[in-house]
T-cell receptor
Framework: GEDVEQSLFLSVREGDSSVINCTYT??????LYWYKQEPGAGLQLLTY?????DMKQDQRLTVLLNKKDKHLSLRIADTQTGDSAIYFC??????????FGAGTTVTVRA | EAQVTQNPRYLITVTGKKLTVTCSQN?????MSWYRQDPGLGLRQIYY???????DKGDVPEGYKVSRKEKRNFPLILESPSPNQTSLYFC?????????????FGQGTRLTVV
């Protein structure tokens, strides 16, 4: 299937910025998403970006898309302990198939 | 409250004993899908359904069946479970399968096959 790759772990100090990176293989992906999974819960959509955009900002979240390099990143400003979770990058292929990365476990330390 | 409900949340079963995991959504969504989540592999799609009576294989369909007889329900059936199907399963639904529609996920079903 289509590949979406992301690093598995990130440790960040409370108050710092977190940056989670993701790469995908299919340049025809139309939408790219970031989902958050808290312990024992399902996934929740954090934000998404359409492929013709370079950047999207939503409060503490900034998504950057480099379509040429097929690279997506999620920046969380002023990271809080409540941001500790697994973050999944996902890409929409063929207009209906959502492919997920392996997830990045973010640990926020005091 | 808009939600996707899966049952059971936890299940331990023995090899070969047929089981069904139910999934129900109350949002009148057309698109539903099943994923399994394994460490280091993320979520992999098992089956999806674009609408009633329309189902198709995802990336890892072997050993699973689904049905979509009505819009709200999308059960996942394991006819003869094996230990390699031990995993965390998620059902998801969205208005359609396309575009910037948000996928809503259930709470997950942790299945152990011994």
């Amino acid at each position: 299937g289509e590949d979406v790759e992301q690093s598995l772990f990130l440790s960040v100090r409370e108050g710092d910025s977190s940056v989670i990176n993701c790469t995908y293989t299919d340049s025809s992906s139309t939408y790219l998403y970031w989902y958050k999974q808290e312990p024992g819960a399902g996934l929740q959509l954090l934000t998404y970006i359409f492929s013709n955009m370079d950047m999207k900002q939503d409060q503490r979240l900034t998504v950057l898309l480099n379509k040429k390099d097929k690279h997506l990143s999620l920046r969380i400003a002023d990271t809080q302990t409540g941001d500790s979770a697994i973050y999944f990058c996902a890409a929409l292929f063929n207009d209906y198939k959502l492919s997920f990365g392996a997830g990045t476990t973010v640990t926020v330390r005091a | 409250e808009a939600q996707v409900t899966q049952n059971p949340r936890y299940l331990i079963t023995v090899t070969g004993k047929k089981l069904t995991v139910t999934c129900s959504q109350n949002m009148n969504h057309e698109y539903m899908s099943w994923y399994r989540q394994d460490p280091g592999l993320g979520l992999r799609q098992i089956y999806y359904s674009m609408n009633v009576e329309v189902t198709d294989k995802g990336d890892v369909p072997e050993g699973y069946k689904v049905s979509r007889k009505e819009k709200r329900n999308f059960p996942l059936i394991l006819e003869s479970p094996s230990p390699n199907q031990t995993s965390l399963y998620f059902c998801a639904s969205s208005i359609t399968g396309t575009g910037a529609t948000e996928a809503f996920f259930g709470q997950g079903t942790r299945l152990t096959v011994v």
